[in-house]
T-cell receptor, first 111, second 113 residues
Framework: SQQGEEDPQALSIQEGENATMNCSYK?????LQWYRQNSGRGLVHLIL?????REKHSGRLRVTLDTSKKSSSLLITASRAADTASYFC???????????FGKGTRLSVIA | DTAVSQTPKYLVTQMGNDKSIKCEQN?????MYWYKQDSKKFLKIMFS???????INETVPNRFSPKSPDKAHLNLHINSLELGDSAVYFC????????????FGSGTRLTVV
C-alpha cells in the first residue's frame, strides 16, 4: 500500500533557484529516504533520515523530518539543469517490511 | 563496474509467452528486491529475498515467480504474460533491511503486445 505522498506533483523552476518538495506519510516509521530518478533510469538513493533525526544535509540537499506531522521536505539549493528528474520519498517501518514509495515529484530546472 | 545489473533492458513479447528477467549485484548485499513501476511512475514492491530466502511476497499473481540461486542473484520469471504486465521492473539490493538505502538497477522495460 502507498505510504508517502509527495507534493507538488510537478515543479518547474529556473536554474539557480531553490526547489522544495514535500512528503507526507500515514504510519510510524523507522526512517525516511529520498531518491532521484532520471528519465529512463533507475532510482538513485540521495539521503536517509532516521525517525529520531530532525534535519540532515548532503551537499546541496537538505532534508527535514517532522514525525509529529508525519511529513518530510527535501530542499535542493542553487538548482542546476542536471537536477531535472523525478524525486521520490520512501518510508521504512520495521525490519521485514519493504521500502514504500510515494508517487514522486517531477522537477524541471530550466536553464 | 555496475553494482546492480539487470538484463535485458528492453523486452517486447506477445501475450501468453513466458519470459525471465535476470538481476545480479556485486555489492555483497544480503537483501534483494523486485519492484514494478507502472506508467504513472508508481513503484510497488513485489518480492524481497534475504540470503536466498523469500521474506516478502506482496499480492502478486502466481504467474510471477522469483528465484534466487545465490545471494548475488535474484531472477524474475513470468508465465503467461498479459497486457497488464507491461511496466518497468526494477531490481534493487540493500546492505541492511532497515538502516541503509537501496541500490537500484537501471530497469527492464517490459512491453506485452
Amino acid at each position: 500500500s502507498q505510504q508517502g505522498e509527495e507534493d507538488p506533483q510537478a515543479l518547474s523552476i529556473q536554474e539557480g533557484e531553490n526547489a522544495t518538495m514535500n512528503c507526507s506519510y500515514k504510519t510510524s516509521i523507522n526512517n525516511l529516504q529520498w531518491y532521484r530518478q532520471n528519465s529512463g533510469r533507475g532510482l538513485v538513493h540521495l539521503i536517509l533520515i532516521r525517525s529520531n533525526e530532525r534535519e540532515k544535509h548532503s551537499g546541496r540537499l537538505r532534508v527535514t523530518l517532522d514525525t509529529s506531522k508525519k511529513s518530510s521536505s527535501l530542499l535542493i539549493t542553487a538548482s542546476r539543469a542536471a537536477d531535472t528528474a523525478s524525486y521520490f520519498c520512501a518510508t521504512k517501518n520495521s525490519g521485514n517490511t519493504p521500502l514504500v514509495f510515494g508517487k514522486g515529484t517531477r522537477l524541471s530546472v530550466i536553464a | 563496474d555496475t553494482a546492480v545489473s539487470q538484463t535485458p533492458k528492453y523486452l517486447v513479447t506477445q501475450m501468453g509467452n513466458d519470459k525471465s528477467i535476470k538481476c545480479e549485484q556485486n555489492l555483497g548485499h544480503d537483501t534483494m528486491y523486485w519492484y514494478k513501476q507502472d506508467s504513472k511512475k508508481f513503484l510497488k514492491i513485489m518480492f524481497s529475498y534475504n540470503n536466498k530466502e523469500l521474506i516478502i511476497n506482496e499480492t502478486v499473481p502466481n504467474r510471477f515467480s522469483p528465484k534466487s540461486p545465490d545471494k548475488a542473484h535474484l531472477n524474475l520469471h513470468i508465465n503467461s504474460l498479459e497486457l497488464g504486465d507491461s511496466a518497468v521492473y526494477f531490481c534493487a539490493s540493500s546492505q541492511d533491511r532497515v538502516y541503509y538505502g537501496y541500490t537500484f538497477g537501471s530497469g527492464t522495460r517490459l512491453t506485452v503486445v
